[in-house]
């Protein structure tokens, strides 16, 4: 793989990851909500006015951008496995930013990602 493509698909994968601490933190604001009737509105204006989740959804919509030109140079078959770096991206920063627990189990977990990843890297 390219440094291009590579660069590309680490792009994608980091705007994706990116997205998904926005929208945690936008929701961190927000709070739990129940899937109720009553609560459409009153969470449809939270969800409306929240900076993070604007932001999470804008990394998004770049992400898939970036990850369609990705596509047109990279086999979707080695491309696709490198989202998993996602899962890496998202564990060390959920334990930084938000305090999640990252236990051995999770650890070992994605240790085995990172290998994974690399041999579906390796193999083009």
């Given at each position: 793989?390219?440094?291009?493509?590579?660069?590309?698909?680490?792009?994608?994968?980091?705007?994706?990851?990116?997205?998904?601490?926005?929208?945690?933190?936008?929701m961190?604001?927000?709070?739990?909500?129940?899937?109720?009737?009553?609560?459409?509105?009153?969470?449809?204006?939270s969800?409306?006015?929240?900076?993070?989740?604007?932001?999470?959804?804008?990394?998004?919509?770049v992400?898939?951008?970036?990850?369609?030109?990705?596509?047109?140079?990279?086999?979707?078959?080695?491309?696709?496995p490198?989202?998993?770096?996602?899962?890496?991206?998202?564990?060390?920063?959920?334990?930084?930013?938000?305090?999640?627990a990252?236990?051995?189990?999770?650890?070992?977990?994605?240790?085995?990602?990172?290998?994974?990843?690399?041999?579906?890297?390796?193999?083009?």
């Amino acid at each position: 793989m390219k440094l291009l493509e590579f660069g590309l698909i680490l792009t994608g994968v980091l705007l994706n990851a990116v997205a998904q601490l926005l929208l945690k933190a936008g929701m961190r604001q927000i709070g739990h909500f129940e899937f109720a009737p009553a609560s459409l509105l009153p969470v449809g204006r939270s969800l409306a006015t929240n900076l993070p989740i604007y932001g999470g959804l804008a990394c998004y919509v770049v992400s898939v951008l970036v990850w369609i030109l990705a596509l047109s140079r990279v086999e979707v078959s080695v491309a696709y496995p490198m989202l998993s770096i996602g899962y890496i991206v998202n564990a060390a920063l959920a334990w930084w930013l938000f305090g999640e627990a990252v236990g051995p189990q999770r650890l070992l977990g994605i240790a085995v990602i990172i290998v994974g990843v690399v041999i579906v890297a390796r193999s083009h």
